[in-house]
T-cell receptor
Framework: DTGVSQDPRHKITKRGQNVTFRCDPI?????LYWYRQTLGQGPEFLTYFQNEAQLEKSRLLSDRFSAERPKGSFSTLEIQRTEQGDSAMYLCASSLGQGIGEAFFGQGTRLTVV | RKEVEQDPGPFNVPEGATVAFNCTYS??????FFWYRQDCRKEPKLLMSVYSSGNEDGRFTAQLNRASQYISLLIRDSKLSDSATYLCVVNSGTDKLIFGTGTRLQVFP
């Protein structure tokens, strides 16, 4: 399968724990996006990368959220000290890059904070 | 004001009906526009790009009005399989894709 893959698909964690999600984009794609989606809402932009460079992180929901893409390939999204309000679907997408519109999404990681 | 606004619906239409969705965006520097489709509990997938001249793909027609910062999607001859959420997406000009809330469509027999 050469699509975008995310791991894990589901994560249940206790409030206050740290969680990390991984995204493997389509191999030739240099743009990588992270979104959060809650029920009844569209995907909410969090951050994105061009290769290993993080182009914007101001939309990350708080300083508990951080993302990396150290070698310009896979990316991780970490949430520290999780709260119940962090429960959501976290979606990763990748695209070929500048000016190329189609972004391909992974199936997402569903986070439940209990 | 939200960057991309859509009527969340739901739109409940019978098979064979024509239905139209609208979307407005706030950033006049936005460069490209798309409609994505999202099925229940699935990831979003590109339905079609939206060009200034308008474009058509089978039963689907998308139009863009840059002056009014308005995008539309028309679905003709609705099928049961068209039931989904339709997401309006705007490329902000820095290749940041911003999604609307989505419009839910339910086609009934």
């Amino acid at each position: 399968d050469t699509g975008v893959s995310q791991d894990p698909r589901h994560k249940i964690t206790k409030r206050g724990q740290n969680v990390t999600f991984r995204c493997d984009p389509i191999s030739e794609h240099n743009r990588l996006y992270w979104y959060r989606q809650t029920l009844g809402q569209g995907p909410e932009f969090l951050t994105y990368f061009q290769n290993e460079a993080q182009l914007e992180k101001s939309r990350l929901l708080s300083d508990r959220f951080s993302a990396e893409r150290p070698k310009g390939s896979f990316s991780t999204l970490e949430i520290q000290r999780t709260e119940q309000g962090d429960s959501a679907m976290y979606l990763c997408a990748s695209s070929l890059g500048q000016g190329i519109g189609e972004a391909f999404f992974g199936q997402g990681t569903r986070l439940t904070v209990v | 004001r939200k960057e991309v606004e859509q009527d969340p619906g739901p739109f409940n239409v019978p098979e064979g009906a024509t239905v139209a969705f609208n979307c407005t965006y706030s950033n006049s520097a936005s460069q490209s526009f798309f409609w994505y489709r999202q099925d229940c509990r699935k990831e979003p997938k590109l339905l079609m790009s939206v060009y200034s001249s308008g474009n058509e793909d089978g039963r689907f027609t998308a139009q863009l009005n840059r002056a009014s910062q308005y995008i539309s999607l028309l679905i003709r001859d609705s099928k049961l399989s068209d039931s989904a959420t339709y997401l309006c997406v705007v490329n902000s000009g820095t290749d940041k894709l911003i999604f609307g809330t989505g419009t839910r469509l339910q086609v009934f027999p």
